[in-house]
């Protein structure tokens, strides 16, 4: 695999048990959709994969979901799932690839370039009747060295300074409309309603068919184009709270556009604030 964003079912079955190919189920809901990520692993998963939890890997003493840990806590948490710099790591989850690209994405923000998002994911594997396990074995543990690189996430600081002082990077939030434009509640309570003034709006799951799997180059380039965004810019994006922002960075980086980054707070941190300004 030479590095893409995406690899299909086809590809991973066909290296399944492969030494340096890790599998991780990054599957993450919302509490309105219902959904166990830990239990329904637990009860199925494909053979091999071990389980990446966002909320368990994250910053301990953030008041916010999910914030990025330290690479301390990453490389640990890694290794212990029995990952080297070495391996080729596919992620996948049981949703719409939220869960899945949040853990690619923190995986190439700590320097590790050799991780592909699994198309499709769980839901189109098994549509397809692959095979599926419920034994959870423990890894053998291995050494992970984490590089972080901090262009890659924004803090409420940097975002505030780049609204402040303007210039060339663009904001996508892909929140669904009525969330972005203020006129739907948010579902974490206390939060305002609206967006980042300047910022343009694709919500993420416009980027998918519907089996799941990402659209086309020409379809991908077709939607960003028309939601305002200029692909020959730089560009931050936001959502919720910094996870299905990283669908529109899976977009973003399948269309070759390598100048993006991810506001880790986003909406869970921008709408609870007092000092942050907010349109609608």
Known sequence: MNNPQTVSTTWLADNLGQANVKILDGSFYLPAEQRDANAEYTAQHIPG??????????????????????????????????????????????????????VWWMFRAFGHDKVAVLDGGFTKWQAEGRAVEDTVATPKAASFCADYREDMVRSVEQMLAMIDQGGDRQIIDARGAGRFDGTAAEPRAGLRS???????????????????????????????????VDLERPVVTSCGSGVSAAVLLLGLRTL?????????????????????????
């Open 49 to 102: 994969a071990q389980r990446f939890n966002i909320d368990v890997v994250c910053a301990p003493d953030s008041d916010l979901p999910h914030m990025f840990p330290s690479g301390k806590t990453f490389a640990d948490a890694v290794g212990a799932l029995g990952i080297s710099n070495d391996d080729t790591v596919v992620t996948y989850d049981g949703g719409k690839l939220t869960g899945a690209c949040r």
């Open 194 to 228: 609206g967006h980042m003034p300047g910022a343009c709006n694709l919500p993420y799951d416009k980027l998918l068919n519907e089996d799941g799997t990402l659209r086309s180059t020409e379809q991908l380039r077709a939607l960003f184009t028309d939601a305002g």
């Open 256 to 280: 070759g556009h390598e100048d993006n980054t991810l506001y880790d707070g986003s909406w869970s941190e921008w709408g609870s604030r007092k000092d942050t300004p907010v349109v609608t």
